[in-house]
């Protein structure tokens, strides 16, 4: 599973659709949220909405528990957080209400992802 498509289309990202995507065979390509300016601007988006201290634990307990599943598929940092970002965003995990799950995918739709 691509993470980052997966969070792109969760929060209707817009796929690259303009005349030089057609010419470079990017057409329906959609953002890299492991790059690392996109990865940064996630951030900025989880920690200026106040996602930080449990969030932070969870990934850190999640990063350490060699055992863990997710430990074996989770290469990178930017994985394991792509992972925790997904779980809450399509409700997989109980502390993020309805409201903040929208505005959160609100925020990353309309971010200047680069592509």
């Not at 949220?33 to 969870?58: A, E, M, S």
């Amino acid at each position: 599973m691509n993470l980052s498509n997966e969070i792109c289309k969760l929060c209707n990202v817009q796929p690259l659709n303009d005349e030089t995507a057609y010419f470079t065979g990017n057409l329906g390509k959609l953002p890299d949220l492991t790059k690392p300016n996109n990865f940064v601007k996630l951030l900025n988006i989880l920690y200026r909405c106040g996602v930080n201290h449990d969030y932070d634990f969870q990934l850190a307990g999640m990063s350490f528990e060699e055992d863990n599943i997710y430990h074996e598929q989770m290469e990178t940092f930017e994985e394991l957080h792509l992972f925790c970002v997904y779980t809450r965003l399509n409700k997989n995990y109980d502390s993020w209400d309805d409201k903040f799950i929208k505005i959160i995918k609100e925020k990353i739709k309309n971010t200047n992802w680069e592509y």
